[in-house]
């Protein structure tokens, strides 16, 4: 399995597409009205139908009715949605695109995982009244065991100078970033970005070269 990283909280278009040229493969628009990194979906859309068709879009939402599920799946053509505090899990199922459940986990506090129809799940920090995109860090080291990590995004406080330790803790399907990638909330350091992919291709590479090695022997 290859890690990829999304890079969480866009909102103009010239870099969303230099994210996309350096072949980040998740960008996520924020569609909770009080996050700063809020984007309207018209904005989104805008962006969106000028990205590579290979770009793995996420819309971030909190709380939404089926309904806003649907209407902004059909209005942005966004592919993914990631939920936080569903109203109703069930709901995941009558989606029509691929859901990432987010839970923020309490320092202390045990975590139990059932997967209801999710595709992915998203772990983050706790922070009180704050949703996401806070920078802090979970414990690496002691993340719920039953998470498949071939469907985890790994959020939370992760940056240039920690990504790498945050890869070989966890080894994540998806790594996840809002304001570790940025100059302001909003405001993308495309530097920032840069530097967390290049370690992101080399920890892919030095996993191929395990493997081969592992083949060899
Ligand atoms: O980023 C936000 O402002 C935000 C607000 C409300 C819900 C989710 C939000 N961000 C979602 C993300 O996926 C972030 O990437 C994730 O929380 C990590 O943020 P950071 O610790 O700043 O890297």
Not at 68 to 82: A, P, S, V, Y
Not at 181 to 207: H, I, Y
Request: proline share 5%; hydrophobic share 40%; charged share 25%.
């Amino acid at each position: 399995m290859f890690t990829h990283l999304k890079i969480c909280g866009i909102t103009r278009l010239e870099e969303a597409q230099k994210i996309a040229e350096l072949g980040v493969s998740f960008l996520g628009f924020n569609f909770y009205e009080r996050s700063p990194r809020f984007v309207t979906t018209g904005r989104a859309r805008e962006i969106i139908r000028q990205l590579p068709a290979w770009v793995n879009t996420v819309g971030i939402l909190v709380r939404p009715t089926l309904r806003e599920c649907l209407q902004i799946l059909k209005h942005t053509e966004i592919k993914f949605l990631q939920i936080y505090d569903p109203l109703d899990f069930t709901d995941f199922n009558r989606l029509p695109a691929p859901v990432i459940a987010a839970f923020r986990l309490k320092d202390g506090v045990e975590f139990s995982y059932q997967r209801r129809g999710e595709q992915y799940v998203l772990l983050d920090a706790f922070h009180s009244g704050v949703y996401g995109g806070t920078g802090r860090t979970l414990n690496w080291l002691q993340l719920p065991a039953e998470v498949p990590r071939e469907r985890l995004f790994l959020a939370g406080g992760i940056n240039p100078d920690n990504i790498l330790k945050a890869l070989t803790a966890v080894n994540p399907a998806v790594i996840d970033v809002a304001s570790g990638a940025e100059r302001a909330p909003g405001v993308k350091d495309l530097e920032k970005v840069r530097a967390m992919q290049m370690t992101v291709l080399s920890f892919n590479l030095a996993k191929i070269d395990r493997a081969k090695q592992n083949g060899n022997n």
